[in-house]
């Protein structure tokens, strides 16, 4: 097996070596417009193979993510409360931050009785 590949191999370097007839350059050209008409026509039916293929994803996700609440709606409105949730959160910690007051409370609900 070995062999005949090298032998396959040393063919096709000398046939590459030897000069072309006409009659094989036109048998090529001939045969290198089909083969451009079927590589075209193969590339087309692939091309269109993958847009069905990526149509066929997109519909599926759409579908799974509508299906999970997923819909521009759901998650403006869930973008909306927990925008809602992080203000209160942050008003809280400023106003604990920067209002003595709400620390003295504090400190006085966990306890802490250092009366000096």
């Known amino acids: 097996m070995l062999v005949a590949g ?4 040393i063919g ?4 590459s070596a ?9 048998l ?3 045969a ?3 083969l451009k008409r079927r590589a075209q026509a193969a590339a087309a039916g692939g091309l269109q193979a993958a847009r069905e293929a990526v149509s066929d994803v997109v519909e599926k ?6 299906a999970q609440g997923l819909d521009p709606d759901a998650l403006d409105r869930t973008a909306r409360d927990l925008g809602q949730k992080v203000r209160r959160v942050a008003e809280a910690a400023v106003t604990t931050a920067f209002d003595p ?3 003295e409370q504090r400190s006085n609900a966990s306890g802490d009785n250092s009366h000096g």
């Not at 096709?12 to 046939?15: G, Q, V």
């Not at 996700?61 to 509508?66: L, V």
């Open 101 to 103: 007051s709400q620390q």
């Open 6 to 9: 090298v032998g396959l191999a």
């Open 18 to 26: 030897l000069p072309r007839t006409a009659l094989e350059t036109g």
């Open 28 to 30: 090529a050209g001939v």
């Open 12 to 15: 096709a370097l000398i046939a």
């Open 32 to 34: 290198t417009g089909e």
């Open 61 to 66: 996700a759409t579908e799974q993510a509508q």
